[in-house]
């Protein structure tokens, strides 16, 4: 499986393409119970998907190769298996997110953010045209362009109440490259940390975006930095 990556301040992203692959023919042994009880109950594409983005947080996240880790999703509104991706055993916070055959992911050590949130959609010629199939969303406001969507998408996803949460009643606020170069602040409604999002690189094609919730005072994020890597992931 052939992964890109990308660093943006102190998040760490990788993305990928889902395809047929004997490399994710054992991916059950990183899921928790809740994961594998939700990728048994998918038709075949979207089980390869899964599979594919728990593959990148393979990538990202120290000790799952080793089982030490294992990931969990448990919605933290009715217990269900459809909840964020939680990494148990790890000090990290991670995202995944799906625009067609296309898998990208998100990790953060939690000294640096106490939640990330990552969005991938399609490109569009225009990504800052005002999309109308958004219309009903956000009546009586004009709908946000794709770029402000991924942000918004990414932004709620740190929040981890997702869709729950009204897409109109996000609002964005200040420029703040301090925690991701580029970002901007987010508010949530019934969220008291702040909430960074900014725009990411991704594979061609497509528009990606991530978000972080602040960690604690006490911990400073490290130095931010770009990076970008190709690499041939292998069993």
Known sequence: MMIDETILGPVRIAWTRAVDD????????????????????????????FATGRRLLEALVPGIVSGAVRIESVCEHCGGDHGRPDAKGAPFAVSVSYAG?????????????????????????????????LARLFAPRTPPGLREWTEIEAAVKADGRGLRVP???????????????????????????????????????HIVSVAVVEAAPEAAPPPATHGTGRRAMTR
């Open 167 to 205: 897409p109109s009643d996000v609002a964005f606020g200040e420029r703040s490259g301090m925690l991701l170069p580029g970002g901007r602040v987010v508010r949530v409604p019934g969220r008291d940390e702040r909430i960074v999002v900014a725009p990411a690189a991704g594979p061609p094609g």
């Open 101 to 133: 055959d296309m898998v990208a992911a998100a990790a953060v050590a939690l000294e640096s953010a106490s939640a990330v949130g990552i969005d991938i959609e399609h490109r569009t010629s225009d990504v800052d045209a005002s999309m109308s199939e």
């Open 22 to 49: 004997a490399d994710l023919l054992d991916a059950e042994r990183m899921l928790g119970p809740s994961q594998r009880i939700r990728h048994d109950g998918m038709d075949a594409a979207r089980a390869r998907r």
